[in-house]
């Protein structure tokens, strides 16, 4: 499998080109595009979350917790006291922190669920229903920012079965065909559970028609196409 750092600059320079090819596409402010770019690398390091010390999981779980903080601190900065909004950051933070993420080294196997497309498919989800519910932003950013988590989380799989096929030597690993998988036999009550969660998150997420019709646009190829070389 690949590593942490072809994992990063895999995401990011994928991820990148897509922020770029959305900055022509679409009226985003460049808050947006920053926060998508991010999101992507991400979803890069998502997939190997499960091995319990590996640096992407301390990293994500730090950023996790200083935004887990945040939010409900901006969300509810209107109604609450300064001394409110404090406490409800840091219980929120040490929640994140502390509980979550020792619930989640708990009942995760490197290599395990998460790495795998249908945890791609949840975790996009995930992220377009928290930007709707949780950020109040519109259906378009919210999507667009469930593909780039999504999709970055894609690249990671993908890049994990093209490091297990030994290229000089031809030579298959037995890895080959671990990565990109759509569930795991061994643990098929947790592949069922995983593909339901899918199935709920998809009644609860936003509508996806401003995003499609972007996708599908002619003129968006138009303009891409128009923009590639100089
Ligand atoms: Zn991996």
Known sequence: MADFKTHVCGAALISGSA????????????AVVLG???LGIVGGMLPDLDSD??????????????????LPVFRFADSLSLV?????????FALVRYVVFAAFTRFT???????????????????????????????LVAWMSAA???GGFLVHLVLDELYSVDLMGRRIKRSFGTALSLGKKANWLGTLALY???AVLT??????????????????LAVLSDRLLP
């Open 19 to 30: 922020a770029a090819a959305v900055a022509m596409v679409s009226p985003a402010d460049e």
């Open 36 to 38: 998508l770019f991010g």
């Open 53 to 70: 010390n590996s640096l992407p999981v301390r990293i994500t779980f730090n950023v996790l917790s200083i935004l887990g903080g945040f």
């Open 84 to 92: 409110e909004l404090a406490l409800l950051g840091l219980s929120s």
């Open 109 to 139: 196997v490197h290599r395990g669920l998460l790495h795998s497309v249908p945890s791609a498919l949840v975790c996009g989800q995930l992220v377009a229903l928290l930007a709707d519910r949780c950020l109040s932003l519109s259906p």
């Open 148 to 150: 780039f988590l999504g």
């Open 196 to 198: 339901a969660g899918l």
């Open 203 to 220: 009644t609860l997420t936003p509508p996806a028609d401003a995003f499609l019709r972007l996708v599908r646009d002619p003129e968006t």
